[in-house]
């Protein structure tokens, strides 16, 4: 790996970049969304309770993704099927402004990205897409906040999904045609510019729902940046192999520093696609991250079954993303999580305080509209119920 020393000066001029994140502590950052407009910390909408204590109880919410493209008619899907904690939707449908990495754009801080052909690329300066991109966004924070306040009640907590720093970093490219994580300068300043904006959007989001807010990083390349099959830009363009230490002590410091903004509650990875190493479980423990890990088959190989038990050993909190076929019987499905964890060695004591479910991240394009998310997500959030209530009956 490149040492930001040695940097080719293309590569680093998308923006100036703060201090490298690698290179900084909890108390270097001290980013402005800490302070509300006049300079006061910020505290929670509508109350005196600041985020830090607003933890709730385990329970059932949305991935994010709904299918079609209607963006208030899923708000109010949302907010009424998962209640105690929505997440603010994300349309599949959407042109490619309104995806994942455009929506995580319009977070960032004092860095700008561009859909080019091949790839999201820093630019220097705004591009007319990446305007487009924050207007999408404060629309969309316009639409949920009316569906919100048609309601006449704030939801406890408002969940907010991104494209975590990892796999940003191998999602985005450089000026210079190369991904990010190949420049450990360019990681570290796309990651912090990242937890800053989420500092404002947070903020921004508690003052106008009223709720404190809770952040989810969807890591999808997170197994592959670990095995080293992360493909470059070109046949020369190799990427080795990111050791799981290394990776803890990266996702470690980010998600300190995320966790200094008071309106932030809670904070979960969404590793459906490869479960995290448990080093990395053991470093994120401390911060109470939720893990979204996916419900396994009968088929399953022990050695993912050795993984899940290994993660829930060091502490975890887990939220079971559950498959299509899985959101049909609340109860069935909570009969098989339960037997699942006792499979697993998990203590009667831990099962009692509950599991989170969620749906999963496939189901969205088995659909065509939010009503047909609705059943789903009612039924999830009926599984997590039942199991925060009946979980060592089952």
Sequence with gaps: ????????????????????????????????????????????????????????????????????????????????????????????????????????????????????????????????????????????????????????????????????????????????????????RATSDLAESLIVGLHHTSAELASRIGAPVAIQFNEPALGAIIAGTVQGTSDFDTIAARHPERIASFLQRCISLLKQAPAIAQISINAVHSPPEPIIAAALQPHNVVHILRLPDTDSAPELLDRYANLIDVGAQVAWALPLQACDNPRDTAITIARLVRKLGVSDQRQAQGWWCTDHSDIAAQLSSPAELAPILHNVDTTAAILLRDATDL
């Design 1 to 184: 790996m490149e040492s930001a020393a040695n940097c080719d000066p293309a590569v680093t001029n998308y923006t100036s970049s703060t201090s490298p994140l690698p290179g900084t502590s909890s108390n270097d950052v001290q980013p402005a969304a800490t302070l509300d407009r006049d300079g006061h910390p910020q505290r929670i909408a509508g109350g005196d309770e600041t985020a830090a204590s607003a933890l709730r109880k385990p329970c059932g919410f949305s991935c994010g993704l709904v299918p079609g493209r209607d963006f208030a008619q899923a708000c109010e899907v949302v907010l009424h099927e998962t209640g105690t904690m929505p997440t603010v939707p994300l349309p599949i449908a959407r042109p490619r402004i309104g995806d994942e990495i455009g929506r995580t754009s319009a977070q960032l801080e004092g860095i700008v990205l561009d859909p080019q052909v091949r790839a999201w690329t820093m630019q220097a300066r705004p591009t007319i897409a990446s305007r487009r991109t924050q207007d999408l966004w404060q629309r969309d924070l316009d639409s949920l906040q009316a569906v919100v306040d048609d309601a006449h009640q704030p939801p406890p907590l408002i969940n907010l999904a991104v494209r975590g720093p990892v796999s940003l970093a191998a999602a985005v490219e450089l000026p210079n045609g190369h991904r990010v994580m190949t420049d450990p």
